[in-house]
């Protein structure tokens, strides 16, 4: 079965500017601090977007963070049973290790390779 994508994010430097951005741009709520991983936002900078259950298409789940350590990107992250083992075949296949696996404070498992075209791609899986 095809792995789907479950999650995006987009991280800068500021992130309550581009919250302020993609808010007024989207209609994008955040729920603000939003805990995630160490690596992947400053703590209490993240912040996941607010679901909207009135909308009978409500996209993927996403958030917003970074910091001032943080450059900027977009990625997406797909679906994983095992996040270990997906980043090491990614590498087998000419992509590169980036990050992870590391364990977000929901229990969540996440991880990034580079393509090998140098696209950031993130994993995620369930808690184990």
Do not use: C
């Amino acid at each position: 079965m095809a792995r789907p994508v479950v999650h995006f994010e987009v991280t800068g430097r500021d992130p309550e500017s581009l919250r302020g951005f993609f808010g007024e741009l989207f209609d994008w709520r955040f729920d603000v601090p939003s805990r995630v991983a160490d690596g992947i936002s400053d703590p209490d900078a993240y912040g996941f977007l607010t679901p909207d259950t009135s909308n009978e298409a409500p996209g993927i789940p996403g958030g917003v963070g970074g910091g001032p350590g943080f450059g900027p990107k977009a990625l997406f992250y797909v679906s994983v049973e095992d996040v270990d083992a997906s980043l090491a075949q990614a590498e087998r296949l000419g992509g590169k290790r980036v990050f992870g696996p590391a364990v977000a404070p929901s229990g969540l498992v996440v991880g990034h390779f580079a393509d090998p075209e140098g696209n950031l791609i993130g994993l995620a899986a369930p808690p184990r």
